[in-house]
């Protein structure tokens, strides 16, 4: 059974460079979901997709923040003229079909560190 | 909008112990979810346990129990007989149950550490 796998698990990248993270969801699942973690901070919801459609967006998610689901399998997380304060873990999840959805099953994260 | 909060930043408790994680929250909302996660040290954050708001039944999971009290909006994680594997951080999350909502609220967190 492979789990949610995020790409890379590191980036260290100079403030204003663009980044761009990659989330592999479980098989089957067609909801996902990002979340940001800074330190001593629990997860920040940023944004959910059902299949390829995004469905909600927290206000946390800035212009400089796009995410794509292209054809409701892996999503990508792309970040803009990068600031010191977008350094966090940056945690991608999946859950199933069924209609509650209780459980996300969550990747290991991407560490960003911007300098 | 939700707030959740747990107020012990870090605990501790002897091997085979029990111990109780703190939570409470802030909704408006009747019908919603409230889950606990652990996070391990640099592993994935798991579902431990979770409780769905019209149930007055607390829930159980093996070794895991709440203490519910939606009145009072508490919601607290009991771990009996401690194990050296429920070191971790341990965070309260909350969800609305509406159509459509499935983004989780989480709290700051309580950092466990279980003493041989």
């Known amino acids: 059974d492979t789990g949610v796998s995020q790409d890379p698990r590191h980036k260290i990248t100079k403030r204003g460079q663009n980044v761009t993270f990659r989330c592999d969801p479980i098989?089957?699942?067609?909801?996902l979901y990002w979340y940001r973690q800074t330190l001593g901070q629990g997860p920040e919801f940023l944004t959910y997709f059902q299949n390829e459609a995004q469905l909600e967006k927290s206000r946390l998610l800035s212009d400089r923040f796009s995410a794509e689901r292209p054809k409701g399998s892996f999503s990508t997380l792309e970040i803009q003229r990068t600031e010191q304060g977008d350094s966090a873990m940056y945690l991608c999840a999946s859950s199933p079909r069924d209609r509650e959805a209780y459980e996300q099953y969550f990747g290991p994260g991407t560490r960003l560190t911007v300098t | 909008a939700q707030t959740v909060t747990q107020s012990q930043p870090e605990m501790s408790v002897q091997e085979a112990e029990t111990v109780t994680l703190s939570c409470t929250y802030d909704?408006?909302?009747?019908?919603?979810?409230l889950f606990w996660y652990k996070q391990p040290p640099s592993r994935q954050m798991i579902l431990v346990i979770r409780q769905e708001a019209y149930k007055q039944q607390n829930a159980t999971e093996n070794r895991f129990s709440v203490n519910f009290q939606k009145a009072a909006k508490s919601f607290s994680l009991k771990i009996s007989d401690s194990q050296l594997g429920d070191t971790a951080m341990y965070f309260c999350?909350?969800?609305?149950?509406?159509?459509?909502?499935?983004?989780?609220?989480f709290g700051k967190g309580t950092k466990l550490s279980v003493i041989p």
């Open positions: 999350a909350f969800r609305y149950s509406g159509a459509g909502s499935y983004q989780l609220t």
């Open positions: 909704t408006s909302e009747n019908n919603y979810y």
């Open positions: 098989s089957e699942h067609n909801r």
